[in-house]
């Protein structure tokens, strides 16, 4: 079993600053990437930002200059730093693991539960 442990979502006002992690646990033995989507109500699940093992990232257009991803690979965690956010930030942001199992030979994805981000305007 692998597990995903999201904290730091919450409420905030317009231009107001969260931090969200995430910490991967269990029977995985090798991460390749890490990352946060989000889905907002009505929407399709979508992109923020992802970081590989060799610290690549990669950012979702409406959250370049805002978001900072950044992970800690001794310790299997990702953080998705959040500043000036607005009301269209506002969705459930799931934390993404592509990773490789224990008894498994190929990489396959994770997901966590998802943590609730509101920003209001």
């Known amino acids: 079993q692998v597990q995903l442990v999201e904290s730091g979502g919450g409420l905030v006002q317009a231009g107001g600053s969260l931090r969200l992690s995430c910490a991967a646990s269990?029977?995985?033995?090798?991460?390749?990437?890490m990352g946060w989507y989000r889905q907002a109500p009505g929407k399709q699940r979508e992109l923020v930002a992802t970081i590989t093992s060799g610290g690549s990232t990669n950012y979702a257009d409406s959250v370049k200059g805002r978001f900072t991803i950044s992970r800690d690979s001794a310790k299997n965690t990702v953080d998705l730093q959040m500043n000036s956010l607005k009301p269209e930030d506002t969705a459930v942001y799931y934390c993404?693991?592509?990773?490789?199992?224990?008894?498994?030979?190929?990489?396959?994805?994770?997901w966590g539960q998802g943590t609730q981000v509101t920003v209001s305007s």
């Open positions: 269990g029977s995985i033995v090798r991460i390749y990437h």
């Open positions: 993404y693991v592509r990773g490789l199992q224990s008894g498994k030979n190929y990489y396959d994805n994770y």
